[in-house]
């Protein structure tokens, strides 16, 4: 366990700066987004009945840089979990002390899971923040933020996932970073594509292909019903790619001159 631990704050240490920079970035926008909603509850023909979370949550799924945070660190650490060690020929060196290969994997995967957590906890952070210091018609709770942060959470997990299995079977970062990003963004404008109103009914089967269909931040925070599916669907997309990734690290064989 103290070796795990070791590991651990190995590896918090090398990606803290870059932690630091997004999730404070995210705070900055989310507290910016609480002072534009203000500004616009405060128009004189602003509707009333429109609840302050529907205006942020419109800001969260629209401005497409929330999303880009989240899967450049996901998909950053999942690339670097065993093709970036490999590459640089510091895995050897790592295993080479009394670490067991499941160990290395477990710490990078903790400090994986625990960067998106930090990140979606400061979106919430700078929302709430923003709220204290800015007058809504009716500012958003905490549990009512977490709903759209556990989503956005899932939605990052899937991409270190499927990001994680292709850094466990390479041996230089740059390929599972390109593939990851291809494909992330290929389901994000596929989404984009198959709810263009004026596009015929024929093109929404390829919403089907992109995880984005189970972003729906909107809905889930006003709502709720589909968090569950989700943050399931999403969940069980990252399990499966890290699970994969795990068995496919445990047997493979490492290149001689990593």
């Known amino acids: 366990m103290t070796v795990l631990f070791a590991l651990?704050?190995?590896?918090?240490?090398?990606?803290?700066?870059?932690?630091?920079?997004?999730?404070?970035?995210?705070?900055?926008?989310?507290?910016?987004?609480?002072?534009?909603?203000?500004?616009?509850?405060?128009?004189?023909?602003?509707?009333?009945?429109?609840?302050?979370?529907?205006?942020?949550?419109?800001?969260?799924?629209?401005?497409?840089l929330f999303l880009l945070m989240i899967a450049i660190w996901?998909?950053?650490?999942?690339?670097?979990?065993?093709?970036?060690?490999?590459?640089?020929?510091?895995?050897d060196l790592i295993l080479s002390r009394p670490v067991s290969r499941l160990e290395y994997l477990v710490s990078q995967l903790v400090v994986g899971s625990l960067g998106l957590a930090f990140i979606v906890a400061a979106m919430v952070a700078g929302n709430l923040t923003g709220a204290h210091y800015n007058t809504l018609k009716s500012p958003p709770s905490l549990f009512t933020l977490s709903k759209p942060a556990l989503n956005l959470a899932a939605y990052g997990w899937a991409i270190y996932g499927y990001t994680f299995l292709l850094s466990s079977v390479d041996i230089v970062r740059w390929r599972p970073t390109m593939i990851a990003s291809v494909a992330t963004l290929a389901g994000?404008?596929?989404?984009?594509v198959?709810?263009?109103?004026?596009?015929?009914?024929?093109?929404?089967?390829?919403d089907h292909l992109s995880i984005y269909r189970a972003c729906?931040?909107?809905?889930?925070?006003?709502?709720?019903?589909?968090?569950?599916?989700?943050?399931?669907?999403?969940?069980?997309?990252?399990?499966?790619?890290?699970?994969?990734?795990?068995a496919v690290f445990l047997r493979r064989d490492l290149p001689a001159a990593s």
């Open 74 to 91: 996901a998909i950053a650490r999942g690339s670097a979990a065993v093709a970036g060690e490999v590459e640089k020929g510091t895995i």
């Open 8 to 64: 651990i704050r190995k590896g918090w240490l090398d990606v803290r700066w870059m932690l630091l920079m997004i999730a404070g970035t995210a705070f900055g926008l989310c507290w910016l987004f609480v002072f534009f909603t203000r500004k616009i509850e405060a128009r004189p023909r602003f509707p009333a009945g429109v609840p302050t979370i529907e205006i942020e949550m419109r800001f969260w799924e629209n401005v497409p």
């Open 188 to 192: 994000y404008i596929a989404h984009v």
């Open 194 to 206: 198959a709810n263009i109103p004026q596009l015929d009914e024929w093109w929404k089967w390829i």
């Open 216 to 246: 729906r931040l909107l809905e889930v925070a006003t709502k709720g019903e589909t968090l569950a599916f989700n943050a399931g669907l999403l969940g069980a997309i990252g399990a499966v790619g890290v699970a994969a990734g795990f």
